[in-house]
Nanobody, 124 residues
């Protein structure tokens, strides 16, 4: 069974940076596209970024384009989310997810495997 473990969340001031990590285990990592989602208080879960199995394709939500960057290290079974120029509205629980496909997808229903989430809080 696929298992995902996120780390790297925390409290940061507006304009600062954080890097989230997600370690994948249980199956062959390169068979899965990966994604990051977030859920802010009182809001629905939303897509943040996704990356294909080999890192050749990526996709981002408009709200994070130019500020966030998704990458993966297939030798370490790890996907990253580099978050720069953070804003208070980026405050949320961030979830790592593994897709049942190898290509980029951004619909939560296309991701059967989810981590427990890591809290990111951006203060103004």
């Amino acid at each position: 069974q696929v298992q995902l473990g996120e780390s790297g969340g925390g409290l940061v001031q507006a304009g600062g940076s954080l890097r989230l990590s997600c370690v994948f285990s249980g199956r062959t990592f390169t068979n899965y596209a990966m994604g990051w989602f977030r859920r802010a208080p009182g809001k629905e879960r939303e897509f943040v970024a996704a990356i294909s199995w080999n890192g050749g394709s990526t996709d981002y939500a408009d709200s994070v384009k130019g500020r966030f960057s998704i990458s993966r290290d297939n030798a370490k079974n790890t996907v990253y989310l580099q978050m720069n120029s953070l804003k208070p509205e980026d405050t949320a629980v961030y979830y790592c997810a593994a897709s049942g496909t190898s290509g980029v997808v951004h619909v939560p229903g296309d991701y059967p495997y989810w981590g427990q989430g890591t809290q990111v809080t951006v203060s103004s």
